[in-house]
């Protein structure tokens, strides 16, 4: 099972950009699919961006669709979302996860990290 170790987030107020990175060990990194997702208090944690094997297919939530590039390098085994024109309802702990699975579901993904948080001030 691939771990996978998030960083990058923070405070930012709104308008800003943050760039978050998420580390992959313990498998081959190129195999997987990797996807973003955000969870507030007391809420489901919800898909926000993903990206196949080689970065051919990437898909987005309509929420962050214009705002936000999910990349990945797998030189480095690490994918990113770069994050931009932050809104306050950006504010969440954003996880990383990964698939074996390359159409991008979103019930498909799993091996979750440990989340990063992500707070935009108004």
């Known amino acids: 099972q691939v771990q996978l170790v998030e960083s990058g987030g923070g405070l930012v107020q709104a308008g800003g950009s943050l760039r978050l990175s998420c580390a992959a060990s313990?498998?081959?990194?190129?195999?997987?699919?990797m996807g973003w997702f955000r969870q507030t208090p007391g809420k489901e944690r919800d898909f926000v961006a993903a990206i196949s094997r080689w970065g051919i297919n990437i898909n987005y939530a309509d929420s962050v669709k214009g705002r936000f590039t999910i990349s990945r390098d797998n030189a480095k085994n690490t994918v990113y979302l770069q994050m931009n024109s932050l809104i306050p309802e950006d504010t969440a702990v954003y996880y990383c996860?990964?698939?074996?699975?390359?159409?991008?579901?979103?019930?498909?993904?799993?091996?979750w990290g440990q989340g990063t948080q992500v707070t935009v001030s108004s």
């Open positions: 313990g498998r081959t990194f190129s195999n997987y699919a």
């Open positions: 996860a990964a698939s074996l699975d390359q159409r991008l579901i979103p019930g498909t993904f799993g091996s």
